[in-house]
């Protein structure tokens, strides 16, 4: 039963969207109908500058981390932590509050997975380095540095489960970028 609690919260902290308020409370506008419509850190900087982005980004990183920490203090599995920043990916992608319309979830993944591991950091920064010469984007470098972390996971704590977890939750970042992805595989 608890587990079942646990990841419908991770769901519904998802939901929370930090651009959509801060953009509310501090600028009295509403990014979903603003610039690409996306309540991520990506466009509320677009829109509304580099501190909007870094309060974005930081906010919806803490969704992620706020979920393995509670996995943790509930004493749960790696495997159930990871699942439960799934749904907290689902929850920000697919939040029922605005009518399934969300952010893309690289802030909550990048959050969640550092609160996992946070040598991680290191991974991401090092992939996303390697990879940006020859991208060119930052959307596909960061994506691409985010293929790297499974094998970094089973790696850094020789689980095979763990790994399994973040293949899974990779997988929801890519699904949520897949339209992206390929307006830059025509291009």
Same mark, same amino acid.
């Given at each position: 039963?608890?587990?079942?609690?646990?990841?419908?919260?991770?769901?519904?902290?998802?939901?929370?969207?930090?651009?959509?308020?801060?953009?509310?409370?501090?600028?009295?506008?509403?990014?979903?109908?603003?610039?690409?419509?996306?309540?991520?850190?990506?466009?509320?900087?677009?829109?509304?500058?580099? &501190?909007? %982005?870094? !309060?974005?980004? *930081? +906010?919806?990183? =803490?969704?992620?981390?706020?979920?393995?920490?509670?996995?943790?203090?509930?004493?749960?599995?790696?495997?159930?932590?990871?699942?439960?920043?799934?749904?907290?990916?689902?929850?920000?992608?697919?939040?029922?509050?605005?009518?399934?319309?969300?952010?893309?979830?690289?802030?909550?993944?990048?959050?969640?997975?550092?609160?996992?591991?946070?040598?991680?950091?290191?991974?991401?920064?090092?992939?996303?380095?390697?990879?940006?010469?020859?991208? &060119?984007? %930052?959307? !596909?470098?960061? *994506? +691409?540095?985010? =293929?790297?972390?499974?094998?970094?996971?089973?790696?850094?704590?020789?689980?095979?489960?763990?790994?399994?977890?973040?293949?899974?939750?990779?997988?929801?970042?890519?699904?949520?970028?897949?339209?992206?992805?390929?307006?830059?595989?025509?291009?």
């Amino acid at each position: 039963m608890n587990l079942i609690i646990f990841f419908v919260s991770s769901y519904f902290i998802g939901n929370i969207l930090t651009a959509h308020f801060l953009i509310k409370i501090f600028h009295k506008g509403e990014i979903l109908g603003e610039g690409s419509g996306n309540p991520g850190a990506r466009n509320a900087g677009r829109l509304y500058g580099k &501190k909007a %982005f870094v !309060l974005t980004f *930081l +906010g919806d990183a =803490l969704k992620g981390a706020l979920v393995i920490f509670i996995g943790r203090m509930l004493e749960l599995s790696a495997l159930e932590q990871l699942i439960g920043l799934a749904f907290a990916l689902i929850g920000h992608i697919r939040p029922v509050f605005f009518r399934f319309r969300g952010g893309k979830g690289i802030s909550t993944y990048i959050g969640g997975a550092l609160a996992f591991e946070p040598l991680l950091a290191v991974v991401i920064i090092i992939a996303f380095l390697i990879t940006y010469p020859f991208t &060119k984007s %930052f959307t !596909l470098s960061g *994506l +691409g540095s985010f =293929l790297v972390l499974p094998v970094a996971v089973d790696f850094l704590h020789n689980s095979v489960t763990s790994m399994w977890g973040f293949i899974g939750i990779t997988i929801i970042i890519l699904l949520a970028h897949i339209k992206n992805l390929i307006e830059k595989w025509k291009s």
